[in-house]
């Protein structure tokens, strides 16, 4: 008798049965490896964007310096972390952010960029301070692209998060070295199907975001 390509009997036993590999656990463990990065990317950023905005000397030296971290095979960063942070989480959860920066300071600087001088202007003669004319006018317009570019972050580093199963901290990627080493596809697929959900649910809730914090934007499209 064939074995069927998805075993739902073994979904059930292994969902949560309180091992390190339920399925449970590492898409919980997924879920922090791959949103953190994009958090602590994101801190990082916004300040290095806006300098380098306001600064454009600076911007080619910084994405040069992301984009050749960006290149690096990311198991040789994790290689390279071994000896330092160990087997854990964070060995993952530092390179990952590294590339989530390579994506978001040119976001954080485009967005900066899109602002119209008109409306920096206008705000200045409305005696808007540095401070609150960054926090309450530029910050609000650069939104849309800053946010894009997190959606790119979010799902590239949700796809990425799984190459840590080779040093044994990949989250759902344990399903698919699992499943490779038994020739047994019920993990794989299930691996695969959680990653895609878990990518299209964190873009759905993001372009979300993007809608509650720019509302006048539904209102154009609507007029």
Do not use: K
């Not at 901290?169 to 794989?188: E, K, N, S, V």
Request: aromatic share 8%.
């Amino acid at each position: 008798m064939d074995e069927p390509l998805v075993r739902w009997d073994w979904i059930a036993r292994n969902w949560d049965n309180g091992s390190p590999l339920a399925i449970r656990t590492l898409l919980e463990n997924h879920v922090v490896m791959a949103f953190a990065p994009v958090l602590f990317g994101l801190l990082l950023a916004l300040p290095i964007g806006l300098a380098c905005a306001r600064w454009r000397l600076l911007y080619q030296p910084a994405t040069a310096v992301m984009n050749i971290v960006y290149a690096m095979p990311s198991l040789a960063l994790f290689s390279i972390l071994l000896s330092v942070t160990g087997l854990t989480q964070t060995t993952v959860i530092i390179p990952l952010t590294l590339f989530s920066l390579a994506v978001l300071i040119p976001a954080v600087v485009d967005g900066m960029t899109s602002v119209p001088d008109h409306v920096r202007q206008s705000a200045v003669a409305m005696g808007f301070r540095p401070l609150r004319r960054l926090l309450q006018v530029e910050l609000p317009i650069a939104t849309p692209v800053v946010l894009a570019g997190v959606r790119v972050a979010t799902v590239a580093s949700i796809s990425l998060v799984s190459v840590g199963a080779l040093i044994g901290q990949g989250g759902l990627g344990a399903l698919f070295t699992d499943g490779w080493q038994r020739q047994f596809y019920t993990p794989i697929i299930v691996g695969i199907a959680l990653i895609v959900l878990l990518a299209v649910g964190a873009d759905l809730v993001l372009i979300a975001l993007q809608r509650l914090l720019t509302p006048w934007s539904r209102a154009r499209r609507s007029a």
